[in-house]
């Protein structure tokens, strides 16, 4: 079964609103300026609220509360404002999806862009676009949880057996999430940057082009799925190395300590927008 066979099947998903992908269109334009952004917010409920929640939160809220859209945009600024647009637009475009606990899925979504978001910033490379990155990562599998949810349980099964994700999905759909992500995410008119990194974000080295963004999404999706169970700093570092993105993007070992200080934000933060 085919990337091309299950992408036949897109109209099967909701689409993203019309007023969601004019406001992703807008504060994904350097030309945009505050006023406009919020009047578009102020124009979808769904957004309205999670900018004001996400405004007075523990991480963003200073002193008083806000109780209008527009202080909350100031507030937060146009980077989280991005990362909330883009976060609203899906779990909004995906309200349930059967067989598919969405809670854990965003939680697991919002842990690796943050993390993403996070490597970005000690490569001193875009921590906006690495966050979008590290959203849009697993859209492949929305697709198949929607398209085929009989076979994502046949996926489960062959992971439960030893498999790795991608591997499983291979073996199943002839396909990964990967792939499917991609060519997702272009059909939504996302960046082609971004396109490229979720396709190939199990191979960040393609001929002679690599991805970081691919690098750094595989090497943060690694780490949320292994961190937690290695049992001390030394551990940690003998992980990291033997990781082959960590070497590609040229990491050092002062990163697991701030892994450390982040653990759990992402997801702490889909908490609260869910």
Same mark, same amino acid.
């Given at each position: 079964m085919a990337t091309a066979n299950l992408l036949s099947h897109i109209d099967k998903l909701p689409k993203i609103p019309k007023v969601v992908q004019e406001l992703m269109d807008l504060v994904n334009n350097e030309g945009s300026d505050m006023n406009q952004i919020s009047e578009k917010i102020a124009m979808d409920q769904v957004i309205s609220a999670r900018v004001l929640r996400l405004s007075n939160s523990a991480h963003f809220g200073r002193g008083r509360s806000v109780s209008s859209v527009d202080e909350a945009v100031i507030r937060l600024g146009l980077g989280p404002i991005r990362t909330l647009v883009t976060a609203s637009a899906l779990m909004s475009t995906f309200p349930k999806i059967e067989g598919l606990d969405l809670n854990e899925f965003w939680g697991t979504t919002f842990e690796v862009a943050t %993390?993403?978001?996070?490597?970005?910033?000690?490569? +001193? /490379?875009?921590?906006? &676009?690495?966050?979008?990155?590290?959203?849009?990562?697993?859209?492949?599998? %929305?697709?198949?949880?929607?398209?085929?949810?009989? +076979? /994502?349980?046949?996926? &489960?099964?062959?992971?439960?057996?030893?498999?790795?994700?991608?591997?499983?999905?291979?073996?199943?759909l002839e396909t990964d999430n990967a792939q499917l992500g991609g060519q997702l995410a272009k059909s939504w008119k996302f960046a082609d940057t971004l396109v490229d990194a979720i396709a190939h974000q199990y191979g960040a080295v393609q001929g002679d082009n690599f991805s970081q963004l691919a690098a750094i999404i595989n090497f943060c999706a690694k780490l949320d799925e292994n961190w937690d169970g290695l049992v001390d700093g030394e551990a940690k570092i003998t992980w990291l190395n033997h990781q082959l993105e960590y070497s590609m993007l040229g990491l050092n070992e002062s990163v697991a300590g701030s892994i450390d200080d982040i653990r759990g934000a992402g997801r702490e933060m889909a908490k609260s927008l869910l």
């Open positions: %993390l993403c978001k996070h490597v970005a910033k000690e490569l +001193k /490379a875009d921590q906006n &676009e690495a966050f979008t990155a590290g959203m849009l990562h697993n859209i492949g599998d %929305l697709l198949i949880y929607t398209v085929y949810p009989d +076979k /994502a349980q046949k996926v &489960e099964l062959h992971m439960e057996a030893g498999k790795t994700k991608p591997e499983a999905q291979q073996i199943v």
